[in-house]
């Protein structure tokens, strides 16, 4: 059974950067697609960026396109999201999810079936 953990959230000024981690315990990520997502208080979670399962194709919400970037290690057991020019509104629980049938370019939360447990992201203006 994969387990999925994020890292790398905080408190960071407006402008600033973050740069999260996800890393696999249990085995590879080599065949999933992935995803980050977040969760703003009183707010549905929203789809942030995916990228494949080969790590070829990467893809944005419009709201962060340009400022966030997601990759992959080569040995496939941890993904990022590089968060740069971070905005109050970018404030939220992170979480990182993986989906088994590597679909391609999915962006609805129930595309994914596996999900780690979020972490913090607070921007300050």
């Known amino acids: 059974q994969v387990q999925l953990v994020e890292s790398g959230g905080g408190l960071v000024q407006a402008g600033g950067s973050l740069r999260l981690s996800c890393a696999a315990s249990?085995?590879?990520?080599?065949?999933?697609?992935m995803g980050w997502f977040r969760q703003a208080p009183g707010k549905l979670r929203e789809f942030v960026a995916g990228?494949?399962?080969?790590?070829?194709?990467?893809y944005y919400a419009d709201a962060v396109k340009g400022r966030f970037t997601i990759s992959r290690d080569n040995a496939k057991t941890t993904v990022f999201l590089e968060m740069n020019s971070l905005k109050p509104e970018d404030t939220a629980v992170y979480y990182c999810a993986a989906d088994s049938n590597a679909s391609y370019k999915r962006t609805r939360p129930t595309d994914y079936d596996l999900w780690g447990r979020g972490t913090q992201v607070t921007v300050s203006s």
């Open positions: 990228i494949s399962f080969s790590g070829r194709t990467t």
């Open positions: 249990g085995r590879t990520l080599t065949r999933y697609s």
